[in-house]
């Protein structure tokens, strides 16, 4: 049987990466300690999933482009209506997309200001400042609570739609691929190809290198105060 290319191994590659990594910030964070060492760093690496999702919706093969699947009235309109018939995310998994990346930037954000008030520090700490970082970390906090709800959300709706409708959502996600008969005249997805994924990984490596490694805090910090002068005399 005909098999129709949906997901590029990119986009699969993203996704089981960063259901482990949101998977291992939520223990480190709860275990605290030494541990948030690591938290911060499984934080960067986040970050840079998104920061390679977010350029990956412009570059990537047909289905991962976010014009293909942004979740328009209409679009919505016509899943509701029982007409939409297109490969990957349809409109309400569009917008469960959409809402976690939009928590997981802002998660990723305000870790990157937040500290645990004994050893540990996030990259942008010192631009903010003692005060603003405890808000921040506070914020970090409430998000990561409302992220766990969304995952835990998308996670019964794969079970539905495996159990109810019938259709194995993860399957996909593994191989890339549906068969032809369950997507009738949908067209195979294009491009996305190595170049475009070596361009979407530099960058996603150059802001974590840049914000994680100090140099964003360095660039923007405001200059030291002149040195005061004693009059030779």
Known sequence: MENIRVWDLPLRLFHWLLAAAVATAFISGHLGG????????IGLFILGLIVFRLIWGFVGSTHARFASFFPSAARIHAYLDGRWQEPGHNPLGALSVFALLGLLAIQAATGLCANDDIAFQGPLYPLVG??????????????????????????????????VKKINLVRPMLT???????????????????????IAAALAGAVVWFIGGGHLALWLAPPPPPIATTPAW
């Not at 030494?34 to 760093?41: A, L």
């Not at 970390?137 to 959300?153: F, P, R, S």
């Not at 032809?180 to 170049?195: D, V, Y």
């Open 176 to 198: 890339g691929t549906v068969p032809a008969s369950e997507l009738a005249g949908a067209r195979q997805a294009q491009g996305g190809g190595l170049f475009s994924f070596l």
């Open 130 to 163: 003692s005060t603003w970082s405890g808000r921040l970390t506070g914020l970090h906090e409430l998000v990561g609570n409302g992220l766990m709800a969304l995952v835990a959300l998308h996670v019964a709706a794969i079970a539905f739609y495996a159990r």
């Open 34 to 41: 030494n541990v948030m060492e690591w938290h911060g760093r």
